[in-house]
């Protein structure tokens, strides 16, 4: 599933330290009080990101991000992440399985006990639908480690694996920002969203990877095997 999974857990660890950074920069406060944060810099900043997009709102940005809204929420991704789920174990993929289901269930149980602990407002007059604390982001975060979890466990490494990565970037970052955009989140909301959900995706995979190959070295479990004319290679290498 990964080709060099260390480096994967070295970028996961140093993603994991910036959201460590971002949760401190934030901090608890009243939930009246938001964007107000520990590091005040970062909600003053909140606070201006949050003037520019009243400033720059046009109709045809926003019902982009109304739909963006609509296909990052628990409506669409759970469905998706159920039915990935199922296809990987119909293909017998069990290492990119278990990755997957760690990198759901690790990122929402974070992503509640953040919410809950931290409890912070959201923006005022938000432009879409909003449930619960702002922090972080919910879409950020199911954006960012849905994105990366598919492409880890959906490609081989290579050259068409490392296009789809930019791919996932990239909706990953529309994603954050239509968030802002909509006034459901804060910019620190967002930021810290995707710190999770790929620190979390790319740990998951390197953790499993890893956890795999020791087995399979032991001979606790037979080398995986790729199903023939299978493109998707469930192998490590």
């Given at each position: 599933m990964l080709t060099d999974h260390r480096r994967a857990l070295r970028f996961s660890i140093i993603l994991l330290a910036c959201l460590m950074f971002m949760l401190v920069a934030v901090g608890r406060h009243p939930e009246a009080e938001a964007p107000r944060t520990t590091i005040a810099f970062v909600g003053e900043f909140d606070a201006t990101v949050q003037r520019w997009s009243d400033d720059i709102r046009v109709d045809p940005v926003t019902g982009l991000f109304e739909f963006l809204s609509l296909i990052g929420g628990g409506l669409v991704t759970i469905?998706?992440?159920i039915a990935v789920s199922a296809w990987l174990v119909i293909r017998r993929r069990f290492v990119a399985f278990s990755a997957f289901v760690?990198?759901?269930a690790a990122s929402e149980v974070l992503l509640t006990?953040?919410?809950l602990f931290f409890h912070r407002g959201r923006p005022p007059d938000p432009l879409v639908d909003t449930?619960?604390?702002s922090f972080p982001s919910g879409h950020a975060v199911a954006g960012a480690a849905l994105a990366v979890a598919l492409v880890l466990v959906s490609l081989q490494p290579g050259p068409l694996r490392r296009k789809w990565e930019l791919a996932a970037v990239g909706?990953?970052?529309?994603?954050a920002l239509s968030r802002v955009y909509l006034s459901a989140h804060w910019f620190s909301d967002v930021v810290t969203g995707v710190l999770l959900g790929t620190g979390i995706a790319l740990g998951a995979a390197a953790l499993v990877t890893e956890i795999t190959k020791v087995?399979?070295?032991?001979?606790a479990i037979p080398i995986p095997e790729q199903p023939p004319g299978d493109p998707l290679d469930p192998t490590l290498s």
């Open positions: 469905p998706l992440r760690l990198t759901w006990w953040f919410k449930v619960g604390f909706f990953t970052f529309v994603m087995l399979t070295q032991r001979g």
